[in-house]
């Protein structure tokens, strides 16, 4: 979500722009203080807003002293002008870089700031120092033409020399041509600058150097332009064919020793641009461009460091081109970096993914940065990317001009500039779900947008020849706010398509920026221009993160500023559940209208029927009715999840704050008090809180979260118990039971009782599965046979390629079925013949096979799940098992290699601890007689529920520290052959041709098929040692303990991958949505794909509470008084099938 989100508009940039392009959504001081601080950005949120009165102004639009007094004003020195215009922290941030460049007068004045601490001082000693500055250079500057010029016309003047004198390389041409003579072409040895400087102001202090090259360079420059195929490499505006003679197309070219970018126009401190492993786009031919009549010299320049003159403008007529309004319901494409054509780094940091070195090493993947700290964005990108989409842009723009009169045509010359048009770095929240402007909390456009302000705005960037990329770097802040923050590269008007993901950057608060975070995010609350759930969200944020290094640290600022957050959340809420409360009610009279309508006689039964017509008519208003109660339905669900939404968002605030062992250091203990008993009324399982139980009336208590100043300090045993008995009697109504949150551990171990209890539930567990659920030899050989038969009926059909075989995957060969499980087979084609499922064949094939099934007696064959994305072919083979006829159900599938890797992967894990089967046996009988193990239903798979329990199991611990249950795709090979102390994984997968596989159906995409196969002895060993006569019972209760209560649904997902991963990274790097509260698990192979997206939001609740609800009745009968009940009737009560009263709504 963007930090801000107001509705204000304002321009103005920091020193190095002058008049800005930001665009804030939150409002207030000139909209955002366009851009906040400095520097182009299309900037939303008040992380940007800059407390100025330069930014207040945003266009810097005040009138001058001269027009206010004409006729008898003084003279007034422009310079001084432009600086008593600049805002303060504009001025700092300009002032910045001198300081780090060591100037002995910069250096000074700051120096005598941290002497005397007199912030107004060193301000107005800094602007100082910026006039001098800036009158050196314009003492110094020399004149140079303003105006681009043409090749023809630089030839016309200057005389077509064919002579090759100069030699001297220029693969990179500097960004600014467009304010250089043609002699200044040829690149130089210029002396270093200090940080902060770009070529205009190289070329300033050096007048001397540039007049001797403006008199004895033209001539060989000529030479060179002529000899020098037009092209994007050389920064001219004319898109060139490809890359220049001798240079590969795209980036496979390894960075050259002497590559002049090192010299020539890059920011001190940065390296040289990447080389990017992805294969570019293809070129396409020149062909398709109208030929260019002459090739404009280019005009990017770097960004200066002043802002320039006021300057009157008139408004321009000129119908604007109209670009391609954004797409809609399109959702954000190439969200994974290996797909991506370009590179981003964080202050020289790159993407996880391309950091595989510092993973490898257990070191940091992320940057760390304070909040308000500098960033800087350096992107690289290949010429042919950009050359193909400008040439796609060209036809887009020509097509829209030939449709509409108001229009106006592309430019027949692509340009450079046209080819960057509205490429934007933004820096987004992790896992935000769109791109674009409205959705970062600041996005930068690369060129200057605004016509008026002209190429000397627009941010560095640069063209490297050699790898035929051109590279750039955008300066940022970090949020105010702590959290987690990317840099995306894309451009506005395709922002679905991510050209480049940065790596995950850590905002965190140090003791000093608590005060000014929660300070800013109270002026959030108070603003009041959204809903408050970014600010609700951001205030949790701070306090789970609220870690002094200094324990006395003063924070009596800082956490005045924290209980008013706290008061400004409570009134948020209230009015949300005011919100709420109107809208259900007028939810309800909606409902009721059409009730009374329906409950009317219609004219029928009084016999007045206008005929067909009137028949016609009352089918319309049937239809009419239906949709109303359509549409009545989806916003009474809406408004229930709002509510939802925001109560589990107040209780993330109080969970945070009773989490945290430092929060004391913040906040007084009666509001401590006050909290903890506030949060004692949440319920998790009913996403509620109960009515607050101090209160006089129940209608005050019904408004969350009441009147907490009738929360008694100090609070006592009896107090919280109150609170327990409200939040019991609410889960009594809504859950229809009242859940048993005691740890399994403790039960388990509460004497005799406790370990007799779960001895008889292991026992029947065991039983159970030997007769119910174990595959026999004889079952074994069924399948084997019927499978045989299909595989000679597929041969002798000749329909497929030689070689290929029919397989069984899924719970039939997996371990994990029944003897009744249906027999899931696919055809396995050879690699030799991969083609063969992707030019139709393999359809064509299925559909003539289906017809050789009749022929060879097998039953009931249904062909309408052949357009599936895998073809699928259902029917039953008669099975003569003595004497008596089987019918087998058969599913047979088109080339599904990665059913097959999964199928292996669990079956291995059913070999190593067959313990395992015996938990998801019952598991899944529970979940059927509960309705909800039926994907057709959206509630889970039963696949979904045996990767649960292995990613339970390979977390929950032994006594020994190590896992019950090694993860196969990551345990350490020496490890697995001798599993002693203590538990090993590798640091990366292998990959080789043997492990890396092309996916089915998506291109470019690599399944890393390793894990851990040969030699499961003493693995097995070690799984054995794991199960003691009563550690089915206690898993199975711990299991049910963990996904109703302990495991975080809103932050993390179910993933067999070796560390914990967070919903964030699945929304950043697949698209999965970071908003959804609910299930979601990834599968081992198919790391994109949410095995659980089809759960639906309630659907989620009920199968949280069936897991609540299976963990209340052991822990209930484990504590009983009563005589336990065998371990057969305690399965059966938890596996007892739904009532109609229990059904779902």
């Known amino acids: 979500m963007p930090e801000g989100t107001g509705g204000g508009r304002g321009r103005g940039r920091g020193p190095s722009r002058g008049r800005g392009r930001g665009r804030s959504r939150r409002g207030g001081r000139g909209g955002g203080g366009g851009g906040g601080a400095g520097n182009n950005g299309n900037n939303k949120g008040g992380d940007s807003t800059t407390p100025t009165k330069a930014s207040s102004k945003g266009n810097n639009d005040s009138k001058k002293p001269n027009e206010q007094t004409p006729t008898k004003a003084p003279r007034v020195d422009p310079i001084e002008e432009k600086m008593r215009l600049m805002g303060d922290q504009d001025v700092l941030i300009a002032f910045g870089p001198f300081i780090r460049a060591g100037n002995q007068d910069a250096v000074r004045v700051h120096q005598q700031y941290l002497s005397n601490n007199k912030q107004i001082e060193f301000i107005n000693n800094a602007r100082q120092f910026l006039i001098g500055q800036e009158r050196r250079a314009n003492e110094t500057k020399p004149i140079l033409p303003v105006e681009a010029k043409t090749v023809a016309e630089i030839e016309a ?42 070529s205009p102001q190289r070329q300033q202090q050096q007048p001397q150097q540039q007049q001797q090259h403006d008199q004895g360079g033209i001539q060989n420059n000529n030479n060179m332009l002529r000899a020098m195929p037009v092209g994007l490499g050389h920064n001219t505006n004319v898109l060139p064919p490809g890359p220049p003679p001798g240079m590969p197309t795209g980036m496979g070219l390894p960075p050259p020793q002497n590559n002049t970018v090192s010299q020539i126009n890059r920011p001190p ?24 009549s002459s090739s404009i010299l280019p005009a990017p320049t770097p960004a200066p460091v002043l802002p320039p003159k006021e300057s009157k403008t008139e408004p321009d007529t000129t119908p604007a081109v109209k670009t391609p309004a954004k797409p809609t319901k399109q959702w954000r494409i190439q969200t994974r970096c290996e797909e991506q054509p370009g590179r981003l780094f964080a202050n020289d940091m790159p993407a996880a993914s391309f950091n595989l070195a510092a993973a490898s090493q257990n070191k940091p993947t992320s940057l760390i940065a304070r909040t308000r700290s500098e960033l800087t964005a350096r992107w690289v990108l290949p010429l042919p990317y950009l050359r193909n989409r400008a040439i796609r842009r060209f036809e887009q723009l020509k097509n829209a001009a030939e449709e509409s009169e108001v229009t106006r045509p592309p430019p027949q010359n692509l340009t450079i500039r046209d080819a960057l048009k509205t490429l934007t770095v933004g820096l987004f929240r992790r896992g935000a779900m769109d791109n674009g402007a409205s959705s970062s909390i600041v996005s930068k456009e690369i060129l200057c947008a605004d016509s008026k302000d002209g190429p000397d705005k627009d941010y560095f960037f640069n063209i490297d020849q050699r790898t035929d990329t051109v590279f750039g770097t955008v300066p940022f802040y970090a949020p105010r706010t702590p959290g987690n923050v990317v840099f995306r590269l894309y451009f506005e008007d395709e922002p679905h398509v991510t050209l480049a993901c940065g790596p995950c950057i850590e905002v965190v608060p140090n003791d000093s920026d608590y005060d000014s975070v929660l300070r800013f995010i109270l002026s959030n609350f108070k603003s009041k221009k959204t809903n408050g759930m970014s600010s609700l969200s951001a205030l949790a944020t701070v306090f789970e993160m609220f870690k002094p290094r200094r324990t006395n640290a003063n924070f009596n600022d800082a956490g005045r500023m924290a209980w008013g957050c706290v008061c400004e959340a409570r009134k948020v809420v209230e009015q949300a559940a005011q919100k709420f409360v109107n809208q259900k009610e007028e939810i309800e009279e909606r409902l009721e209208a059409i009730k009374i309508k329906e409950e009317l006689p219609d004219l029928k039964s009084l016999n007045v029927s206008g005929g067909d017509n009137e028949t016609k008519k009352e089918e319309d208003e049937n239809d009419d009715t239906d949709a109303k109660n359509d549409a009545i339905m989806k916003d009474k669900f809406a408004n229930e999840r709002k509510w939802r939404e925001m109560q589990h968002a107040y209780s993330s605030i109080l969970q945070a704050v009773v989490s945290n062992k430092y929060i004391h250091l913040l906040m007084k203990r009666d509001l401590l008090s006050t909290m903890r008993l506030e949060y004692e009324l949440w319920c998790p399982l009913c996403d509620a809180f109960a009515p607050n139980p101090f209160v006089k009336t129940k209608f005050e208590a019904s408004f969350l979260p009441g009147n907490v100043s009738a929360f008694p300090y100090p609070a006592g045993k009896d107090h919280y118990q109150m609170c327990r008995s409200s939040k019991e009697e609410m889960q009594q109504t809504m859950l229809g039971f009242v859940p048993q949150v005691d740890n399994v551990g403790e039960i388990a171990r509460g004497g005799k009782k406790g370990r007799d209890f779960f001895l008889d539930l292991s026992s029947a567990m065991n039983e159970m599965y030997t007769k119910e659920y174990a595959v026999s ?35 039939s060969a997996n371990g994990f079925g029944s003897p009744n499980s249906d027999l899931d087979l696919c055809l396995s084609i050879p690699a030799s013949a991969a083609d063969f499922t992707n030019d139709g064949k393999g359809v064509e094939a299925m559909t003539n096979l289906a017809s050789k099934f009749t022929a060879a007696g097998m039953r009931d064959v249904n062909t309408e799940r052949l357009t599936a994305r895998i073809p699928i072919v259902k029917f039953n083979v008669p099975y003569n098992d003595n004497g008596t006829e089987i019918l087998v159900e058969c599913d047979l599938s088109l080339q599904n290699p990665l059913a097959l890797l999964n199928t292996s992967l669990l079956r291995t894990y059913a070999t190593i601890s067959p313990m395992t089967c015996v938990l998801a046996s019952i598991i899944k009988r529970w979940a059927k007689s509960r309705d909800i193990n039926n994907p057709s239903k959206h509630t889970l798979s039963s696949y979904g529920y045996v990767l649960m329990l292995t990613y339970f199991l390979k977390n929950a611990r032994r006594g020994d520290g190590n896992p019950i249950l090694p993860n196969l795709q990551w345990v350490n090979p020496q490890w697995a052959q001798n599993p002693t102390n203590p538990y090993r994984e590798i640091a990366a997968k292998p990959k080789s041709p043997q492990t890396l596989v092309a996916h089915p159906t998506l291109e470019n995409y690599v399944v890393n098929s390793y894990f851990y196969r040969q030699g499961l002895e003493g693995l097995q060993k070690y799984c054995a040692d794991n199960n003691g006569p009563s550690t089915i019972g206690v898993l199975l209760a711990s299991f049910f ?23 964030e990274v699945k929304a950043e790097e697949d698209g999965w949505s970071v908003y959804k509260s609910g299930l979601a698990i990834e599968d081992p192979f198919e790391l994109f794909y949410d095995v659980a997206h089809v759960v639906k939001a309630n659907n989620f609740l009920h199968i949280k509470k069936e897991f609540a609800l299976a963990y209340s009745k052991i822990a209930n009968e484990a504590q009983s008084k009563r005589d336990i009940i065998t371990g057969k009737e305690l399965i059966d009560m938890i596996c007892e099938p739904v009532s109609q009263d229990e059904g779902r709504d």
């Open 777 to 811: 030899e004889k079952v074994w050989r069924r399948r084997e046979q019927v499978r045989a038969a299909i595989e000679q009926v597929m041969s002798n059909s000749r329909e497929f390629p030689p070689g290929t075989k029919v397989a069984v995957f899924g719970s």
């Open 1041 to 1063: 303990h963990y996904f109703a209560y302990t495991f975080d649904y809103k932050k993390h997902v179910v993933s067999l991958g070796n560390k914990l991963v967070e919903k």
């Open 157 to 198: 003047a200057h005389g077509n020399n064919n002579s090759t004198q100069n030699n001297a390389p220029h693969d990179v041409m500097q960004p600014n041509l467009q304010t250089l003579p043609p002699g200044l072409l040829t690149p130089q040895k210029l002396p270093s600058l200090p940080p902060g400087l770009t």
């Open 269 to 292: 401190g940065m390296p040289p641009p990447m080389r990017p492993t992805s294969a570019p786009v293809a070129t396409e031919p020149m062909s398709s461009l109208p030929k260019p």
